[in-house]
């Protein structure tokens, strides 16, 4: 998984939580973890999710919460599925291990990353009266997570206008494994030198005013 990023020099530092972006004038100097330590940088990119307004000495306020989404995942051997059902109220995914995955809610619950009976209730229901034949399928497997959402639903991407050196690469809400990609390769140009991608001007932290649109 880290192989790539370790040959090419990456130090990981996993199980580290940063605390508070460090500045001098209008230059980023580095981060500073939890536990006091501090991580000189020249160039930091803000890729907190969720938790990315939670990070202190940023120089404006980043309007991103939590917003949780519970999923089912149901046994289904044989498949009772051929391909992806979408729903007003749910998408069915079948998988190659025979799972279906059924999601997700949209739930505003801050940073409580934990199932609920009504949210699991809701998936199921949905799911049954999609594809009833799921009614008797074994429940294989449930759990929540926290997408990075803003007020205009669209990610923060790109420099800083004011400290020098800061980057933003948060808030994508549903899409982030689909726009990780484009995202990475932004950044990177980003980082190395090259001027900012005029894609990024859409995206950029300065629109919002007061920590909303």
Known sequence: RWGGGARAGVRFELGAQVAAVESEGARVTGVQLAGGRRLPAGRVVLAAGSWSGEIRGLPRPVPVRPVRGQVVALESVPPLLGRTVATPDIYLVPRRDGRVLLG????????????????????????????????????????????????????????????????????????????APITAALLADLLAGEPPAALLEAFGVDRFKGGGP
Do not use: K, M, Q
């Open 104 to 179: 997700a809610t949209v739930e505003e619950a801050g940073f409580r990353a934990t199932p609920t009976a009504g949210g699991i209730h809701r998936l199921l229901a949905a799911a049954i009266a999609a594809a009833p034949a799921l009614a008797d399928a074994p429940v294989a497997e449930i759990w929540a997570g926290l997408r990075p959402g803003t007020p205009d639903g669209l990610p923060i991407l790109g420099p800083d206008p004011e400290l020098s050196g800061l980057a933003y690469a948060t808030g994508h809400f549903r899409n982030g494994i689909l726009l």
